[in-house]
């Protein structure tokens, strides 16, 4: 996949830069938003990592800019201010997602994931499907392998978000944002205890367990281990 | 309620007292020029008196009585004040201007005071008189004396005029106090308008200045500077809040992408890998820390006042107590969740007060042993919307409950359990900038922590209690 990263913390561009190389994408570098919307404007990419406050012109200014010019790229803010007001003007400006200095590679990786893959029409399906486990959408059941499984309202929700993301990881963090609507940093892993109640739903009794726990990342849901 | 109002003004009460103290020197002073004016005009009355009867018995002695009757008669034809009476042992009158010899007379040096009857036209007036009566060689007795009626004019017009003019006094003074008090009122009243309106969060309120120049003039002007000041310092705590949230996320975010790519680099080397992975937690408990201390200041600071929305309490808690209970039946604890009834609606920031309830209700899963028990309840009385989460854990001593909400304070007992130990601090901070109060108190056993918040009126909120009011349950 292509990507943009316009950073003006150039050691930390480097790292991120590396690390995205390393996950097998390609990747163009830029250090100020002038030369970050030139790229952008100028090249075809999957999705772009912008920085809120950079030289020349602003990240907000930037993504502004390019919404303007129709240009429907996916953003991903990175931000050093964590407030929540400033997570709404990044995403009133065009952002898609907003992630707060410093964040985790891998948290980093998964959102981008999820980032590319919106362009799916998947949220005008109706059904959703991983393996022999199926959600219906509209009457909000679930079944795997034609029993059907009682699940909570927020579980239900929970069990979608993972079933849109299927094969990507998906990250804590991501799970609290968009099922829970927080964003906030909840000290205990309530997440855990959410995903192995799920779990014990879903795969207990099964030979192949769909809900996999991804290490010192996440979860994805996965048709065969 | 307005005039009770205008009673206990300041300016009301100054009035109050300087009418008093003027009316009681007002009363002193014209009591004791009465007191002097009739002191001389008795004197003088006494003298002239003394004068005559002197002038009389003198007569009397070188002349004898015919002359004396004679002198005597002639007199009290002339004089319209004067009395004369001149009788004989017996009290009766031989010459004079009076018919009887007044009962009271006695001789002697003393003044005497007697009543007296004369005809004026066709009425009989009684009249008052004060004199001397002497006696003479051979038992004739001489009385001389004025009529005083002038005098006790004189006495009525001063006893009579002081309780009006007091009166009167009192019945201005009042009228005028109460108009000054109202006056300071209204103006009084603008002022504390605007400090209520910036209470509640508008900085950006100024209180008026009129053209008169005067005390309130001043006030309103310090205020407003003091404001402008304020403002300035809020916007400056900002920027500086950015700034350190800027320059100390920035090496932290390279610490960390210089500590992951280590560790993406070492995969092949088990030991060093897992020493990295330790750094990045590590790193990632400073950022908590961080984020934590970053966010206690600005909702200390008020900053985030701008985002205050309006929103129900109770739906709060409920997307709380989701997110929670699972963890607390998987700790083996009883959850009960009580929220029902009409909406709650409290003014504030969702954001702040989610995570203000999520760090309580976290706080008593991690500190209740297995078996125990831990109810969130959301009730109102009214006026307040009540938040509780009470536990059935070793709860919080006396003597500590005021300092847990200090930054970093944690007990001993729970040095070694994870967290940061800002949770509380952070509850109380939120408390603070909602104007709420954070009570903690002995559950029995356990720990009931409750935070009060006013609930929101639609129109206009009420004042925070100033001071604010210290509750110390035990």
């Known amino acids: 996949m292509r990507i943009l990263v316009v950073e003006d913390d150039i050691e930390a561009q480097r790292y991120l830069v590396k690390g995205l190389r390393e996950a097998g994408h ?5 250090g100020d938003g002038e030369t970050g ?11 772009t990592i912008i920085d809120r406050m950079l030289p020349k012109i602003d990240g907000l200014k ?8 129709h240009n ?3 953003v991903l803010f990175l931000s050093a201010l964590s407030d929540v007001n400033d997570r709404i003007k990044g995403l009133r400006a065009g952002g898609d997602d907003y992630l707060t200095k410093p964040y985790a590679f891998a948290e980093l990786l998964a959102r981008l994931e999820a980032l590319m893959r919106r362009r799916d029409p998947l949220s005008v399906k109706t059904r959703v499907s991983v393996g022999d486990l199926e959600l219906d959408l509209l009457s909000r059941t679930a079944k795997r392998s034609g029993s059907e499984i009682d699940l909570q309202p927020r579980e239900f929700r929970l069990l979608e978000y993972l079933m849109r993301h299927a094969g990507q990881i998906v990250t804590r963090t991501m ?25 014990a739903k879903i795969d207990k009794g099964f030979a192949s367990p769909l809900l996999h726990t991804v290490r010192g990342a996440g979860y994805m849901i996965r048709a065969y281990a | 309620m307005r005039t009770h109002r205008v009673l206990r003004t300041q300016a009301f009460r100054f009035v109050a007292i300087y009418l008093g103290i003027f009316a009681v020197s007002a009363a002193a002073l014209v009591g004791f020029l009465y007191w002097n004016t009739a002191r001389v005009l008795d004197r003088e009355t006494d003298e002239t008196i003394r004068a005559e009867v002197a002038g009389l018995v003198e007569q009397y002695q070188r002349l004898g009585l015919p002359v004396l009757t004679d002198v005597i008669s002639r007199r009290s034809a002339r004089s319209e004040q004067g009395i004369y009476v001149l009788a004989d042992r017996d009290h009766r009158v031989i010459a004079g201007n009076l018919d009887l010899w007044p009962s009271v007379a006695t001789a002697g040096d003393t003044f005497i005071e007697f009543e007296f009857e004369r005809r004026d036209g066709q009425a009989l007036q009684l009249r008052q008189a004060r ?22 004019e004189i006495e009525r017009l001063f006893s009579t005029a002081l309780p009006w003019s007091v009166a009167w006094m009192i019945l201005l003074g009042v009228g005028g106090g109460v108009l000054i008090s109202r006056n300071f009122l209204a103006r009084l009243d603008v002022i504390n308008r605007t ?6 969060g508008d900085l950006t309120k100024r209180v008026p200045v009129t053209k008169t120049g005067d005390e309130f003039d001043d006030l309103s002007g310090h205020l407003n500077r003091m404001l402008d000041r304020i403002e300035r310092l809020m916007h400056g705590m900002r920027e500086v809040s950015d700034n350190v949230a800027h320059d100390l996320r920035s090496p932290l975010n390279r610490l960390r992408g210089r500590l992951e790519a280590l560790s993406r680099q070492q995969a092949s080397n088990p030991d060093v890998k897992s020493d990295i992975d330790a750094a990045v937690e590590e790193t990632d408990r400073l950022i908590n820390t961080f984020n934590a201390l970053l966010l206690i200041a600005e909702a200390e600071a008020g900053s985030v006042r701008e985002s205050m929305t309006e929103f129900d309490l109770r739906e709060i808690v409920r997307g709380i107590c989701d997110l929670y209970e699972p963890v607390a039946e998987d700790a083996g604890l009883a959850f009960e969740q009580r929220t029902d009834g009409a909406p709650m609606n409290v003014h504030g920031n969702q954001n702040l007060v989610s995570q203000a309830v999520a760090n309580l209700v976290d706080n008593a899963i991690k500190y209740t042993p297995a078996g125990g028990k831990i109810q969130v309840i959301v009730e109102s009385d009214g006026q307040r919307a009540s938040l509780i989460v009470a536990d059935t854990g070793p709860g919080i001593a006396p003597e500590d409950r005021g300092r847990v909400t200090e930054r970093f304070v944690r007990l001993e007992a729970s040095r070694n359990s994870p967290g940061t130990g800002l949770g509380l601090s952070l509850v109380a901070a939120v408390a603070h900038l909602h104007d709420a109060e954070l009570i903690l108190d002995d559950n029995k056993p356990g720990l009931r922590a409750t935070l009060r918040f006013a609930r929101a009126k639609t129109v206009t909120r009420a ?7 210290i509750e110390t349950l035990h």
């Open chain 1, 175 to 199: 799970l609290l944002e968009n099922v829970w609507e927080y964003h906030f940093d909840p000290q205990t892993n309530v997440i855990d205890v959410h995903i192995s109640r799920l779990r």
């Open chain 2, 463 to 469: 004042l925070p209690q100033w001071p604010p009011r």
């Open chain 1, 72 to 74: 429907s790229i996916p």
């Open chain 2, 195 to 200: 400090s209520r309106e910036i209470i509640a």
């Open chain 1, 62 to 69: 930037l993504v502004a800019t390019l919404r303007e010019e």
């Open chain 1, 26 to 30: 390609v990747v163009d570098e830029a």
């Open chain 2, 131 to 152: 004199g001397q009566i002497f006696e003479l060689a051979q038992g004739y007795f001489l009385l001389v004396a004025r009529d005083v009626r002038d005098r006790r």
């Open chain 1, 37 to 47: 919307l030139t790229l952008a404007l100028s090249r075809v990419y999957d999705v």
